[in-house]
């Protein structure tokens, strides 16, 4: 594998992003709630079982995977962002299961723990420069029979929570999409499934499917709420980060004045998201 392949991800994950998901965390973890439930379902993690947790980040789903598995069982959170594992180590302390460890490591090359029984991933897998040497990389992991459950977003179309604030921002400044690579690593590059289907088929997975899961995505109680919500995560922080503080209010009013309109009776704003459940087995 490739290090430069990831660089450009681990740094910003290592950096501002990283620390900005690890201060927003219970945050984002009420985001997505019914995505990563939905997964963990899919993974149907049982006791005694050894399970890896790509991209974990602060942790949430390693520790309802190590509740899962129990004392007989070994889960190893693995994420390249010191910030967000400080989080995930704090709170797995906090919940006492010695069954939890965590690993400041790129997942598509560190050294991983053979005869895993399952491969575990919250929206934590689409960051790789080379998908398929790095699923390959990952199956290796799996024991024969072993299985792969993840969720990933499905095109951004059909995710009004992230694209809805993106589109009324660029609106406000003029400014045109330009057309980049959909496949990019990044939270939509596992979004056509298609292409998601032959990259687990090329690195060697068999028993492949994909289930569409969709859900409401709570932005915030309020459209200002939700403004502010969405200037922190999503495609729109990104956007308003490269516009430059100068453009800020202007883009914080746009996106305000968006969601207001699509906010419910009691001001709540909640906008669809589209998810892959992704499951997958290693055939040895
Ligand atoms: C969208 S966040 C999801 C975090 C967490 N799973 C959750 O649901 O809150 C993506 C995560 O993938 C991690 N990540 C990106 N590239 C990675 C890589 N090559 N190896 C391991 N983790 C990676 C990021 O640091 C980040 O924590």
Redesign the pocket.
């Known amino acids: 594998m490739d290090d430069a392949a990831?660089a450009e991800?681990?740094a910003e994950?290592?950096g501002v992003l990283?620390e900005r998901?690890a201060t927003l965390q219970s945050e984002?973890?009420d985001i997505?709630v019914p995505f990563?439930a939905a997964a963990l379902q899919a993974a149907a993690a049982q006791p005694g079982e050894r399970v890896l947790?790509?991209?974990?980040?602060?942790g949430?789903?390693a520790i309802e995977l190590a509740r899962q598995v129990g004392a007989q069982g070994a889960v190893l959170g693995?994420?390249?962002?010191r910030p967000?594992l400080d989080v995930a180590q704090a709170r797995a302390e906090a919940a006492r299961l010695p069954q939890l460890a965590f690993s400041e490591?790129?997942?598509?090359a560190a050294d991983l723990p053979p005869g895993r029984d399952l491969l575990f991933?919250?929206?934590?897998?689409m960051?790789?420069g080379a998908p398929v040497a790095?699923l390959a990389h990952l199956r290796r992991a799996l024991r024969t029979g072993g299985r792969a459950a993840f969720v990933c977003w499905r095109t951004p179309r059909d995710n009004p929570w992230a694209m809805a604030p993106l589109v009324a921002a660029r609106a406000a400044l003029g400014v045109t999409p330009v057309r980049s690579d959909p496949h990019a690593?990044g939270?939509f590059a596992f979004a056509d499934d298609a292409r998601l289907r032959a990259l687990l088929a090329d690195a060697g997975f068999g028993a492949i499917a994909l289930h569409r899961f969709d859900a409401p995505v709570t932005l915030g109680a309020t459209p200002r709420l939700a403004a502010e919500s969405a200037l922190r995560v999503g495609p729109v922080s990104r956007f308003a980060a490269e516009a430059g503080p100068a453009q800020r209010p202007t883009i914080f009013d746009a996106v305000e004045r968006a969601l207001a309109v699509v906010a419910g009776a009691d001001g709540r704003v909640q906008l669809g998201g589209s998810a892959w459940i992704v499951s997958a087995s290693n055939p040895g």
């Open positions: 990831n991800q681990i994950w290592n990283g998901w984002i973890d997505v990563g947790d790509i991209g974990c980040g602060c949430a789903s693995l994420d390249v962002s967000m490591a790129d997942a598509s991933s919250r929206f934590g897998i960051f790789f790095a690593p939270p």
